[in-house]
DNA sequence: CGGGCGCGTCAGGGTTCCGTCAAAGACGGC
DNA sequence: GCCGTCTTTGACGGAACCCTGACGCGCCCG
């Protein structure tokens, strides 16, 4: 299920949104300004963004640096403003469309699938979506996890760890980076939660959790996941 | 350098489009109809298309499908309709974005910009930048150093110091350069601290520690990282 | 020829960082 | 409204890391 995140402070755009998205069976979630779409975009990690530049608290552009301070996710900006300096500052700000206003709701809903379907990873044909260890397998596509031929139960906090460590496969990522992307980027120095998840995720993958091979530690920088 | 593969039948939209991209640096190739669109995609792997819905030979929603069937590079659809079913229909076959003319430059090069962005890896397994010698390799993306095909573990301060060096490749850096780059710029005195940990490094990197050919001093000035 | 300066090396101590455990709090399902 | 699961906290021992001071060496210059 897609879950997108709609920016707007007029009720009726918000509610014609919300109608048309869960008619289609998108899962909604709606903010009336700035600092609310940005804590829910760290609590609801969306699929995709809709986002009115003209909101009561914050600009606009502000809340798309917000955003892709910590994540890719699709932003597709709506404006009434039709000037091409306005499109240009908030698509190098980071958006990924803009929309102006008055816009027809097909078009918006086409740009919105557009935006979701070029999100989606590449690995839809031959592309190994399942990494192997030598202990345990991971299948990133089907948010499973086997170990001995059984399936383990990962929570979803373990899950999103375990993803995000897993896509930079061999790569160092800083706790700081761990944090933001699986807690939200108000979460940024919290790092006893990842010494509590990181030993959750050995004791139930690594043959001795005390001694890993797979979820390596860089003291003093951040976390490693090693095939 | 990024290459644009152009697509447009009206040589004054060429013109202007292909004047416009290189004077930003971009590489372009140009095609004026469908069939030496698809060929010249398929030779030139462009990194993006601009593409004009109303060519000569084809439909241009042909072209997308065509492109589709074998990659997912960006593709910007230029037309002169407006209508929202053309819209629909583009997208849905696989566009990105869709411009209709008359399109202002800024806005069109700031969508190819968005465009091209998002399509650049997020950080794939490959593509890091690593530096080699002939003992070891520095992989500054994964924050990895290996020799004699082992890892080595380095501490921050040493990767930081590390890092600085590998950076300016081949060039002196100065020790209050390095101090303050590495400790901060209220340290630019302490030089005891880069003796200590340039012995560090090389004890951990060098094949002679004592006789570096790599992190090479430079009495009284600073040190030099050489391949 | 001797002193001074800059650099390399080593080892100890204070501090920060990490793994582990347990328990309270929040959330959702029945 | 209760219960089980998941998340958030706090505390503690141990490990890793950073700073520091002392010493030896080679080079330059007096």
Redesign the interface.
């Known amino acids: 299920m897609t879950r997108v995140l709609v920016v707007d402070d007029e009720p009726q755009i918000v509610r014609a949104l919300v109608i048309n998205l869960k008619a289609r069976t998108y899962e909604v979630d709606a903010a009336h300004d700035g600092a609310t779409a940005l804590q829910l975009a760290a609590a609801r990690h969306p699929d995709v963004v809709v986002l009115d530049l003209g909101l009561p608290d914050m600009d606009g552009v502000d809340v798309i640096r917000g955003l892709r301070g910590w994540t ?1 996710v ?1 932003i597709l900006v709506l404006s009434a403003r039709h000037s ?2 306005e ?2 500052e908030a ?2 700000a ?5 929309v102006t206003k008055p816009f ?1 709701m ?2 918006l ?3 919105l ?2 935006a979701v ?3 989606e990873p ?1 690995g839809t044909g031959e592309g190994d979506v399942i990494v192997e260890t030598g202990e345990f397998t991971v299948d990133l596509a089907a948010k499973k996890v086997q170990r001995a031929g059984r399936d383990v139960r990962l929570t979803p906090t373990e899950w999103h760890l375990l993803e995000v460590l897993v ?6 990522v800083g706790q700081k980076q761990l944090l933001q992307e699986v807690w939200g980027p108000s979460y940024g120095t919290e790092t006893n939660y990842l010494r509590v998840y990181m030993a959750q995720l050995r004791r139930k993958l690594e043959a001795d959790p005390s001694h890993p091979k797979h979820f390596v530690t ?4 951040g976390y490693r996941f090693e095939k």
């Open positions: 890719r699709p091409s300096d499109k240009v698509l190098d980071g958006a990924d469309d803009y027809g097909d078009e809903l086409a740009r699938r557009a379907r070029r999100a590449a896509r930079n496969s061999g790569r160092l860089e003291p003093g920088m």
